[in-house]
């Protein structure tokens, strides 16, 4: 039964026809997903942006735009009484050069093509906004 609804804010960051992933292991699944993370009580959604930015990767971002909510009903992927709610944005890292991963959780970072011919996500939302990015860059 779901009785929950855990609501994660996600920022694409594209520079040069290419967007900020990071890799981490969550639940024992090894995981390639975009910047971001889940919204705490209290809290916006721009706020939440900024502070896992700050938190997980040490640097500030300017929000460009809203990208895309997720629109179709979904159950977490790791938690069976969670409902998922996302929303992603498109931004910009203001101070790259003070990039560093602070986050023992996130194995690495990679700047991903997005003119690649395949999806490398497995996230299904993550599946969607890929596609979009695509259509929005290319």
Request: hydrophobic letters at 40%.
């Amino acid at each position: 039964m779901i009785d929950k609804i855990n609501i994660r804010v996600y920022a694409c960051a594209v520079k040069d026809k290419k967007v900020l992933t990071l890799f981490e292991e969550y639940a024992g699944e090894p995981l390639m997903k975009f910047p971001g993370g889940g919204l705490e009580f209290g809290e916006g959604l721009l706020d939440c942006l900024h502070r896992e930015f700050d938190e997980e990767l040490n640097v500030k971002i300017e929000i460009v735009e809203h990208f895309y909510t997720q629109e179709n009903f979904l159950v977490s992927r790791f938690r069976e009484n969670e409902q998922l709610l996302t929303v992603y944005y498109i931004v910009n890292i203001i101070n790259e050069e003070d990039f560093l991963i602070l986050d023992p959780c996130i194995e690495k970072t990679e700047w991903i093509d997005i003119e690649r011919p395949d999806n490398p996500f497995v996230l299904p939302i993550d599946k969607i906004v890929f596609d979009k990015l695509k259509e929005k860059f290319l």
